[in-house]
T-cell receptor, first 114, second 112 residues
Framework: SQQGEEDPQALSIQEGENATMNCSYK?????LQWYRQNSGRGLVHLIL?????REKHSGRLRVTLDTSKKSSSLLITASRAADTASYFC??????????????FGKGTLLTVNP | NAGVTQTPKFQVLKTGQSMTLQCAQD?????MSWYRQDPGMGLRLIHY???????DQGEVPNGYNVSRSTTEDFPLRLLSAAPSQTSVYFC???????????FGPGTRLLVL
């Protein structure tokens, strides 16, 4: 497994604005996942993007993947106070067969102010 | 369908005591994993299992034991608690077909 590194470490925006956070990794991957963690809770899976995909949407979430730059970005549009959480990326070297050993970085702490 | 459950939610131990953190899932997932999360840090993998009777070490296994006698349960044992094991512990389950992990609510452990 390999670790992704999220950037920025912290992000503070106003409700209604868009939030963008980035993830970099070091080796080739099969897929990359984004998770959200509300304070004191377990991680919740948001979206998975495969290495042969460049962009994926899910509701207000948009994820891009640039395998040549070994980077991904997560865009949350029209943010809400309820989006306040830490966001983690998890690059996976293999197919779903090794998703029991994901490695998580320190995450991006997003604060959405009402 | 409860998903992944963990007990207890919070525990205080004295140095040297032992205890077992419980984890159960009702989704018939083959894979289960234990992570710890320290303040300002990401999650670090302690142990994982790819099926009943099969376990392996993750990134930070020292001081912890696991076993997997059934598909549903994956307990984590602290053999002799140390203050360095103060952390929040998360259990997760997954399957190869899904590719994502489902996390429990966590157990907060304080070792004095």
């Amino acid at each position: 497994s390999q670790q992704g590194e999220e950037d920025p470490q912290a992000l503070s925006i106003q409700e209604g604005e868009n939030a963008t956070m980035n993830c970099s990794y070091k080796t080739s991957i099969n897929n990359l996942q984004w998770y959200r963690q509300n304070s004191g809770r377990g991680l919740v899976h948001l979206i998975l993007i495969r290495s042969n995909e460049r962009e994926k949407h899910s509701g207000r979430l948009r994820v891009t993947l640039d395998t040549s730059k070994k980077s991904s970005s997560l865009l949350i549009t029209a943010s809400r106070a309820a989006d306040t959480a830490s966001y983690f990326c998890a690059p996976s070297l293999n197919s779903g067969g090794s998703n029991y050993k994901l490695t998580f970085g320190k995450g991006t702490l997003l604060t959405v102010n009402p | 369908n409860a998903g992944v459950t963990q007990t207890p939610k919070f525990q205080v131990l004295k140095t040297g005591q032992s205890m077992t953190l419980q984890c159960a899932q009702d989704m018939n997932h083959e894979y289960m994993s234990w992570y710890r999360q320290d303040p300002g840090m990401g999650l670090r993998l302690i142990h994982y299992s790819v099926g009943a009777g099969i376990t392996d070490q993750g990134e930070v296994p020292n001081g912890y034991n696991v076993s997997r006698s059934t598909t549903e349960d994956f307990p984590l044992r602290l053999l002799s608690a140390a203050p360095s094991q103060t952390s929040v512990y998360f259990c997760a389950s997954s399957t190869p077909a899904i590719g994502t992990q489902y996390f429990g609510p966590g157990t907060r452990l304080l070792v004095l």
